[in-house]
């Protein structure tokens, strides 16, 4: 049986490592963007000269041909899926028996006038970065378009090149649509902070080109020209499914899937970025856009094409991402509206970027998601007790049990406690548990 991996993200190569792993059977993958695997979320280091290429790779170049995983640099054009062919850019045919759809994102365009110019760029492929790092030199100031994580990544990319940065973000407040309110305004005052021009409530209407044909200015919707020589479009991202338009495939914004990954099509799945689930799971999105979503994908498809078909499962939603030097985790739900039966305890420091929200139920207590700025918590205690709906007196008396900042790091359990008890008039105590130097030091 020859399996075709199209897209070598983390949900194809996945995939391929698990069929191996069950199977025998042969495996290609393809991808045109690069011959090997390598972390995606570590382009921005690349760039700001902390890693090599070379270094992203989670795996040696000679693991797959020991592995017995055929790598294929070279692009789709199109699908022929009565007779299971793939024609391949370069002139090659290949015949498949089971075929995964691991096609990834890419990066969102609206029609601006000049969105296609020379110096105007997403951040999403290697060879995004290879075109910024083509025209970096050229760079004084550049202006950002749309404020998610992507933005705020190119952000300190180009700060690190010590390049003037205007951020446009069309919300008022940072991110807005994902974070509560006190997180987003923590977040507005930390880009102003590093010196990063946040223009909120602002739109893009042209990128204007010089005579070459390069982005040399923006011109918002209220009028304002700004001169610069980069225009960075973090407006988010897209299923990258193109080429399989017009196809018996079934697709709307992404290829549609089943609770097995599987499509309308025999044989045909889809994994990661590409995939939009008919029926989404409990409490998750169509479409999700997240590394270890992806991850789980490709270890769930494996096991169905290896004769034991299994049903997607999620488990409890989190993310960790970083707004420069403020790591931030989300665990469990925590939208920036919550609904009227939850209720939410806020605890912020005084002067330092640190910030716990966690939401739990009003009638139960059980606690259904935190959010946390500057302290690093333990994602499976979390999980642990999203799952069991522990109440968040218990949560919050056990505390310390989450804390994943090492030895001698300030600890903000107690100051965290005593917020909740003044904010709702408790008197909880912190269980508290010193070992080692903390012990010694505490």
């Keep these: ?38 972390s995606r979320t570590a382009l921005m280091y690349i760039y700001m000269g902390h890693m090599k290429y070379e270094h992203t790779k989670p795996y040696e170049d000679w693991f797959w041909e020991k592995n017995s995983v055929n790598l294929l640099q070279d692009k789709v054009l199109q699908v022929d899926f009565e007779n299971k062919i793939l024609q391949m850019e370069q002139g090659e045919s290949i015949s498949y028996d089971k075929l995964i759809l691991a096609t990834g994102s890419s990066s969102n365009k609206f029609g601006w006038p000049g969105q296609d110019a020379r110096r105007v760029l997403g951040l999403y492929s290697y060879q995004d970065l290879e075109a910024l790092e083509s025209i970096s030199e050229e760079i004084e100031t550049a202006v950002i378009v749309g404020g998610g994580l992507i933005g705020i990544e190119l952000a300190e990319m180009l700060l690190s090149r010590k390049k003037k940065v205007i951020f446009l973000v069309r919300e008022n407040s940072f991110w807005d649509a994902v974070l509560p309110a ?92 590409c995939a939009q689930h008919k029926q ?77 929200r966690i939401n739990f139920n009003k009638e139960s207590g059980a606690v259904t998601g935190v959010n946390t700025f500057g302290i690093r918590m333990r994602h499976e205690i979390w999980d642990q007790w999203i799952a069991n709906k522990t109440p968040i007196e218990k949560v919050l008396i056990d505390l310390s049990k989450a804390n994943f900042d090492p030895e001698l790091f300030k600890r903000y359990e107690s100051e965290i406690v005593q917020a909740y008890n003044l904010q709702f008039s408790k008197n909880i105590k912190l269980k508290t548990k010193k070992t080692g130097l903390a012990a010694i030091f505490g």
């Design 1 to 38: 049986m020859h399996i075709v991996i199209i897209g070598n993200g983390i949900s194809g190569i996945t995939a391929a490592r698990h069929i191996r792993k069950l199977s025998d059977y042969k495996i290609t993958v393809i991808s045109s963007e690069t011959k090997h695997f390598f």
């Design 182 to 273: 006190e997180e987003s305004a923590m977040i507005n005052k930390h880009i102003e902070d590093h010196h990063i021009d946040l223009k909120l409530g602002e739109e893009l209407q042209e990128i204007i080109t010089d005579q070459e044909g390069n982005a040399s200015a923006v011109r918002l919707k209220n009028g304002e020209t700004i001169n610069c020589q980069f225009v960075g479009l973090t407006v988010g991202v897209h299923p990258n499914i193109g080429f399989l338009k017009g196809t018996e495939l079934e697709t709307d914004k992404g290829v549609l899937i089943n609770e097995y990954l599987e499509t309308n099509l025999p044989d045909v799945y889809a994994l990661g970025d």
């Design 280 to 356: 989404a799971p409990e409490g998750r999105r169509p479409v999700e856009q997240i590394w270890y979503t992806g991850k789980i994908m490709g270890e769930t498809v494996a096991k169905t094409i290896c004769g034991n078909r299994k049903e997607y499962e999620p488990g409890i939603f989190y993310n960790s991402a970083k707004f420069l030097d403020i790591e931030y985790q989300t665990y469990g739900s925590v939208p920036a509206n919550k609904p009227e039966n939850l209720a939410s305890f806020v605890w912020q420091h005084e002067s330092k970027n640190l910030l716990v």
